[in-house]
């Protein structure tokens, strides 16, 4: 069997992936027609003919570079991406924190006792405030 394979624009390692893949005789009949298919389909990638050797390694989550057939190299996460993460993290810290408050001020509030709910709010407020000092250390 012969093949067309498409594959994505170099990523920041210099790997490209397959993102879609034709058939000779199935999808067109001569590998120029699908030459021409695929770059109008698909105009920013690049185009291989293979035997099927390729087509086989890139669905194990393998990567083409320099004509070859590599492990796909993981990518690091960007600055941005590290932030946003990092506030999800610290936001999902202290919902799990006013959970846990909320159930306790509920109590303290159905049997009255006025003591428990304000160290439970003064409790609420210094872990909004350490929630908003870690957020702008994070931020910058």
Do not use: W
Not at 71 to 79: A, C, S, V
């Amino acid at each position: 069997m012969k093949f067309l394979i498409v594959l994505s624009k170099e990523n920041v390692n210099g790997e490209r992936t397959k993102v879609t893949s034709y058939l000779l005789g199935v999808h067109k009949k001569s590998m120029k027609d699908l030459l021409e298919l695929a770059k109008t389909e698909y105009p920013d990638c690049y185009y291989i003919e293979d035997d099927g050797t390729i087509f086989d390694a890139l669905i194990q989550d393998k990567a083409y570079k320099d004509g070859k057939v590599v492990d796909l190299t993981p990518i690091p996460p960007t600055e941005s991406e590290i932030k946003v993460q990092s506030v999800e993290e610290i936001k999902n810290k202290y919902n799990v924190l006013d959970e846990a408050l909320k159930d306790k001020i509920l109590t303290a509030t159905l049997t009255g006792n006025q003591a428990v709910i304000e160290k439970l709010q003064n409790e609420y407020k210094q872990n909004m405030l350490n929630m908003a000092k870690e957020l702008k250390a994070v931020k910058g």
